[in-house]
């Protein structure tokens, strides 16, 4: 294989381990929702490209979870998600440093859909949460 097609691969592995590991985390009904979105938040900065200057914050209601040493920047990605009631939240991701152009900024296409697909469970839970 080559250096691009196995970049290519780690990238969608680190996706997918968020994705799994998101859906564990709200499994636990047990939690307390702040320190699910902390848990969430976490794990977010390793499964972006450049998870060195990667950082995170999820806000809903109330609560505001980030990730550690979070800064904002410039250079943000975000999903926005609305629970039955109108109560909106947001996944946002943050990049500390310039990176090249990519599909959205500094940001892949798959980037876009990962973090798309962590506001829809996000909803999915939270709506679950408040009825």
């Not at 976490?42 to 950082?55: D, F, M, R, V």
């Not at 979070?70 to 609305?82: D, L, N």
């Not at 629970?83 to 599909?103: C, K, L, N, Q, T």
């Given at each position: 294989?080559?250096?691009?097609?196995?970049?290519?691969?780690?990238?969608?592995?680190?996706?997918?381990?968020?994705?799994?590991?998101?859906?564990?985390?709200?499994?636990?009904?047990?939690?307390?929702?702040?320190?699910?979105?902390?848990?969430?938040?976490?794990?977010?900065?390793?499964?972006?490209?450049?998870p060195e200057i990667a950082a995170a914050?999820?806000?809903?209601?109330?609560?505001?979870?980030?990730?550690?040493?979070?800064?904002?920047?410039?250079?943000?990605?975000?999903?926005?998600?609305?629970?039955?009631?109108?109560?909106?939240?947001a996944i946002e991701v943050f990049y500390?440093?310039?990176?090249?152009?990519?599909?959205?900024?500094?940001?892949?296409?798959?980037?876009?859909?990962?973090?798309?697909?962590?506001?829809?469970?996000?909803?999915?839970?939270?709506?679950?949460?408040?009825?």
């Amino acid at each position: 294989m080559t250096e691009d097609v196995l970049h290519i691969l780690r990238e969608r592995v680190k996706e997918l381990t968020a994705l799994h590991t998101t859906a564990r985390i709200l499994q636990d009904k047990t939690k307390p929702a702040a320190e699910v979105l902390k848990e969430i938040a976490a794990i977010l900065p390793p499964a972006w490209q450049y998870p060195e200057i990667a950082a995170a914050r999820i806000s809903f209601q109330h609560m505001r979870a980030v990730s550690e040493g979070f800064a904002e920047s410039a250079w943000r990605q975000t999903a926005v998600f609305a629970a039955r009631d109108g109560e909106e939240g947001a996944i946002e991701v943050f990049y500390m440093e310039p990176r090249p152009s990519a599909d959205e900024g500094p940001f892949l296409k798959e980037e876009r859909d990962l973090i798309d697909s962590l506001a829809e469970m996000l909803r999915s839970y939270f709506q679950h949460k408040l009825d």
